[in-house]
């Protein structure tokens, strides 16, 4: 089900009308951002923004365990006290004709604090202990996905928690649309999803207790507990969506997968069934991240979504921008950002995301390239 965003906020009602009212008639040209700490610089940004053609931020709302608004059942992030960044930024962003979308990283709630001590550690966890994912040796999910501590999507505290933090932040703010991240397990091993709960869970649905099984041993009992781990995720999705449509009809659904999931079903540790979201129609856009190394591995990834996706989900994946200095999630290896939207264009795709604001300001062109490439109509 597609349902336009309205914008009417009685602080900007001369804005021009959202990106998201056309959603899926008019090109959708997103790009991820994390806010500055020295909120004077976010209308300089949005600026930069507008000008360069992009019509939508995808502005990184929930990350850490933290949030930057404030009267969130989850704690603002320090450099933010006092302050309502998210307000600001809807209606600087309104006043642009650029929709905003919230970012928010769902079962990722906690950065590893000792390896990156200028974040913010999150106190969900001292709270919560019993939502701490774990592997089978009962260790935290950040030995599988460096410095990522996630919580047990399957446990049902987490997931109220998470669902009451989405109703209060779609009934309070006049945003433009909900993007899901890290909607998902850990990437990598090893294995997680080991808590009291889900062992307990699961051993009294099968009979058998997950940190026994062996996928060399028992396969089909190895896929039950693959499914179940999906089906957790699958369920919460499944809620939100519901939540949201419920609260606010007209905000656009959005969730950022992996294509290349069932290529590896059974053996990729993330539990994304996305294709089962695609057909219940539980999102109004789906973002394959499309971070090939060149055009016919993304094309691979685009196409790989188009194929499962059977309802009316829009597809519109996320591009990711060659920077000149490497680090652990980006470098050079992408083509040139300019022959990525002429491809994503040439698939008739509604639109596309670009990750990211920072690694634009990394790149050789800058945000040059966006100016030329969007002052040429999609055809």
């Known amino acids: 089900m597609l349902a336009p965003a309205l914008l009417t906020n009685l602080s900007c009602s001369s804005a021009k009308s959202s990106i998201s009212d056309n959603i899926g008639k008019?090109?959708?040209?997103?790009?991820?951002?994390?806010?500055?700490?020295?909120?004077h610089e976010i209308p300089l940004i949005l600026d930069k923004i507008q000008k360069s053609g992009f019509n939508?931020?995808?502005?990184?709302?929930?990350?850490?365990?933290?949030?930057?608004?404030p009267g969130s059942n989850f704690p603002i992030r320090p450099e933010y006290a006092g302050k309502d960044v998210l307000k600001l930024v809807?209606?600087?962003?309104?006043?642009?004709?650029?929709?905003?979308?919230?970012?928010t990283e769902v079962f990722y709630l906690q950065v590893d604090?000792?390896?990156?001590?200028?974040?913010?550690?999150?106190?969900?966890?001292?709270i919560h202990p019993d939502w701490l994912l774990l592997t089978k040796k009962g260790e935290t999910s950040d030995?599988?996905?460096?410095?990522h501590i996630f919580a047990d999507p399957a446990n049902p505290s987490v997931q109220a928690y998470l669902l009451e933090f989405y109703r209060d932040l779609a009934s309070r703010y006049n945003i433009d649309g909900i993007n899901i991240d890290y909607i998902r397990y850990p990437s990598g091993q090893p294995d997680t999803g080991y808590t009291e709960f889900a062992r307990k869970t699961f051993q009294n649905e099968t009979g058998a207790d997950p940190v026994n099984i062996d996928p060399a041993v028992d396969n089909e009992m190895w896929m039950k507990w693959v499914k179940w781990r999906e089906d957790r995720v699958t369920n919460f999705v499944n809620q939100l969506a519901e939540t949201i449509r419920k609260q606010n009809p007209k905000l656009i659904l959005s969730a950022a997968i992996f294509a290349k999931y069932y290529k590896e079903r059974g053996k990729n540790t993330i539990y994304q069934d996305w294709e089962t979201w695609l057909s219940n129609n539980y999102l109004d856009v789906i973002i394959p991240m499309a971070y090939a190394p060149n055009p016919s591995g993304i094309k691979a990834d685009v196409d790989e979504v188009l194929e499962k996706n059977k309802g009316a989900t829009l597809v519109m994946p996320a591009l990711a921008v060659p920077i000149t200095r490497e680090d652990m999630y980006g470098?050079?290896?992408?083509?040139?950002?300019?022959?990525?939207i002429k491809l994503i264009r040439s698939m008739k795709l509604k639109g596309h995301t670009?990750?990211?604001?920072?690694?634009?300001?990394?790149?050789?062109?800058?945000?040059?390239?966006?100016?030329?490439v969007y002052a040429t109509k999609e055809k």
């Open 143 to 147: 030995v599988a996905e460096n410095a």
């Open 56 to 69: 939508a931020i995808f502005v990184e709302t929930l990350y850490h365990g933290h949030v930057i608004f």
């Open 26 to 39: 008019t090109e959708l040209r997103g790009i991820w951002i994390r806010l500055p700490e020295d909120t």
């Open 113 to 126: 604090t000792v390896k990156y001590p200028k974040f913010p550690k999150s106190p969900l966890f001292d």
């Open 354 to 372: 670009v990750f990211c604001y920072d690694w634009i300001l990394q790149s050789i062109h800058k945000f040059d390239s966006f100016q030329e």
């Open 331 to 340: 470098g050079s290896g992408h083509p040139p950002i300019e022959e990525q």
């Open 90 to 103: 809807v209606d600087e962003a309104h006043q642009r004709g650029i929709a905003v979308h919230c970012w």
